[in-house]
């Protein structure tokens, strides 16, 4: 460490070292809060000067930093405003049936759950051409959103249901042309192959089961209903 000066009216500190690092220290719980990474060399002259912090290097540069946590503050509320309308708009879309920006707006929210939930209910209800509708209407990076959320709904069983409905629509729905061209696509069926083929052989095996249920049903004997109470012993009366 060589330089130490305090910044913040004094609850915090600031020091710059020998690893070209600049870090910020608040004394009162002695922890480090922050850690800037800008110079190349040791950091060998720090001032503060309104509320901005100088700094200068053996690497021959000087930097300028300023103090941005209202900024930041106030950037994070406007962004989780615009978040709360946007979830309440894509309320109203599911709820008017306009499932392709219900389902861009699940999108751009990055939403896994609202999305799964929206093609879920889609598919159980029968509604493909409506699955096929939405996949139709996005563009190649919405696309490219939709397939990462179907690689990670395709590592669990109980959502493989709607990971395999929503990929056999994409098939269907976009051509190989198209999918070659999205970003990081090889990586993403190399995650969806090994999954399908394990689910794939899961369904065969209960399929293969149910046949076994079958063929004790056929076998057991059946016997009809009058031969059954003509068969049945029959109670003694008892004269008195």
Same mark, same amino acid.
């Given at each position: 460490?060589?330089?130490?000066?305090?910044?913040?009216?004094?609850?915090?500190?600031?020091?710059? %070292?020998? /690893?070209?690092? &600049?870090?910020? #220290?608040?004394?009162? !719980?002695? =922890?480090?809060?922050?850690?800037?990474?800008?110079? +190349?060399?040791?950091?060998?002259?720090?001032?503060?000067?309104?509320?901005?912090?100088?700094?200068? %290097?053996? /690497?021959?540069? &000087?930097?300028? #930093?300023?103090?941005? !946590?209202? =900024?930041?503050?106030?950037?994070?509320?406007?962004? +989780?405003?615009?978040?709360?309308?946007?979830?309440?708009?894509?309320?109203?879309?599911?709820?008017? %049936?306009?499932?392709?920006?219900?389902?861009?707006?699940?999108?751009?929210?990055?939403?896994?759950?609202?999305?799964?939930?929206?093609?879920?209910?889609?598919?159980?209800?029968?509604?493909?051409?409506?699955?096929?509708?939405?996949?139709? %209407?996005?563009?190649?990076?919405?696309?490219?959103?939709?397939?990462?959320?179907?690689?990670?709904?395709?590592?669990?069983?109980?959502?493989?249901?709607?990971?395999?409905?929503?990929?056999?629509?994409?098939?269907?729905?976009?051509?190989?042309?198209?999918?070659?061209?999205?970003?990081?696509?090889?990586?993403?069926?190399?995650?969806?192959?090994?999954?399908?083929?394990?689910?794939?052989?899961?369904?065969?095996?209960?399929?293969?089961?149910?046949?076994?249920?079958?063929?004790?049903?056929?076998?057991?004997?059946?016997?009809?209903?009058?031969?059954?109470?003509?068969?049945?012993?029959?109670?003694?009366?008892?004269?008195?």
């Amino acid at each position: 460490m060589l330089q130490v000066a305090f910044v913040t009216a004094g609850m915090q500190l600031a020091s710059v %070292g020998g /690893d070209g690092l &600049l870090k910020l #220290w608040t004394i009162k !719980t002695n =922890e480090c809060v922050n850690t800037f990474d800008e110079h +190349e060399d040791k950091i060998w002259a720090m001032a503060i000067c309104d509320g901005e912090i100088i700094t200068g %290097g053996a /690497d021959s540069f &000087l930097h300028i #930093w300023k103090d941005v !946590t209202s =900024e930041e503050n106030e950037q994070a509320k406007a962004d +989780e405003e615009e978040k709360i309308l946007i979830n309440q708009e894509l309320d109203d879309a599911r709820r008017n %049936g306009e499932y392709v920006k219900a389902a861009q707006l699940a999108l751009k929210l990055n939403h896994p759950f609202e999305m799964r939930c929206l093609l879920h209910d889609l598919t159980r209800g029968g509604k493909d051409e409506d699955v096929c509708q939405i996949i139709r %209407g996005l563009d190649n990076e919405e696309l490219a959103t939709l397939l990462g959320f179907v690689r990670d709904w395709n590592c669990h069983a109980k959502y493989t249901d709607v990971a395999q409905r929503t990929l056999a629509a994409v098939f269907e729905c976009v051509s190989p042309t198209v999918l070659k061209t999205l970003p990081n696509i090889k990586e993403m069926f190399e995650a969806l192959l090994p999954y399908s083929e394990r689910h794939a052989q899961r369904l065969s095996g209960l399929l293969r089961q149910s046949y076994f249920v079958d063929y004790v049903v056929q076998s057991m004997a059946y016997v009809p209903i009058d031969d059954a109470e003509n068969n049945a012993p029959k109670k003694q009366k008892i004269q008195e």
